[in-house]
């Protein structure tokens, strides 16, 4: 049974075992330390409690993604530089030729971490695969049907795409295949992707969605803005709906479903139809997403 004691002894002991075992966070940090005049100049200049910062270099705790990135700032660091193994750590901090190497400026880095930030619960409820449906830029008058993948690793959302450009209902036509690869985040209750071309890394798209408000949901509708493969490499914009198909599916299945289908293909569902048809802007410069609740 707890009581006040055993509790405050509990404490302790992880205390002291965190003490024994300190992660490589905790020692990087409490070298960076080392460089400045003492701990209390660090945490006035950080605006972080002493008591709350000696747990980060205990390794008690690891700071919260505000303080962290408080701390990189601070001393000129990445979130990825400072959970280095300890040895790598102070090789490359005393070797700062080294830095102007790196593949990513801290600049990026910050950019990255606040566009997308470690998944919540909000955003994990949509892991999953889709089919995803939009009209296609390189061929005017076809429907473009692919399969996504959101997964979560190392704490963030990521997205795979198939996108297969076979013209299905008929003999002829073209018969490749693109795959993309992105992140993905929800800011501001708006679901954001950003994908590149995966094997020759020459083509982004961006693709901002409405959430779904239901506990459960089949699709999740917005607009996708890229550039034309095809036709001089025009920019477009056009709908998008993503079809929920499951946490776990047949991929082989999946993606053979997919490919390019005339506009008015009874293959395609009327309900996917109504969900890539514009709706009427009130400032016909502008151009409106779709939101179907």
Do not use: W
């Not at 008690?60 to 979130?79: H, Q, T």
């Not at 013209?167 to 993309?180: A, D, L, N």
């Amino acid at each position: 049974m707890f009581n006040a004691d055993s509790i405050r002894k509990h404490k302790v002991a992880s205390a002291d075992k965190a003490s024994k075992e300190p992660s490589d966070l905790a020692e990087n940090m409490r070298y960076l330390c080392h460089q400045k005049a003492s701990i209390s100049e660090v945490c006035r200049d950080l605006a972080i409690n002493r008591q709350q910062f000696n747990k980060y270099l205990s390794g008690v705790s690891r700071p919260s993604n505000a303080n962290l990135n408080k701390i990189c700032r601070y001393f000129n660091c990445d979130e990825n530089t400072l959970d280095l193994p300890h040895e790598q750590f102070i090789q490359y901090m005393e070797h700062p030729s080294q830095k102007e190497h790196q593949p990513y400026p801290t600049q990026l880095m910050d950019l990255m971490a606040v566009a997308y930030p470690k998944v919540d619960a909000e955003l994990m409820r949509y892991q999953g695969f889709y089919h995803v449906y939009c009209h296609s830029i390189g061929f005017p008058g076809y429907i473009t049907k692919s399969l996504a993948h959101f997964y979560i690793k190392d704490d963030r959302m990521f997205c795979k795409t198939i996108e297969r450009m076979t013209k299905v209902e008929e003999e002829k036509g073209p018969g490749f295949t693109f795959k993309y690869f992105g992140a993905v985040s929800l800011l501001s209750d708006r679901i954001y992707l950003i994908e590149m071309e995966s094997l020759l890394k020459k083509n982004l798209f961006m693709t901002v969605l409405y959430p779904a408000y239901q506990p459960k949901f089949q699709f999740i509708n917005g607009v996708s803005t890229g550039v034309a493969s095809t036709h001089g490499r025009d920019p477009a914009s056009r709908y998008t709906t993503y079809e929920f198909l499951g946490k776990s599916i047949n991929i082989r299945q999946g993606l053979k479903a997919c490919g390019l289908f005339k506009s008015n293909s009874e293959a395609i569902s009327d309900e996917v139809k109504n969900r890539l048809t514009p709706r009427e802007s009130p400032d016909p410069d502008i151009f409106f997403g779709n939101n179907y609740s």
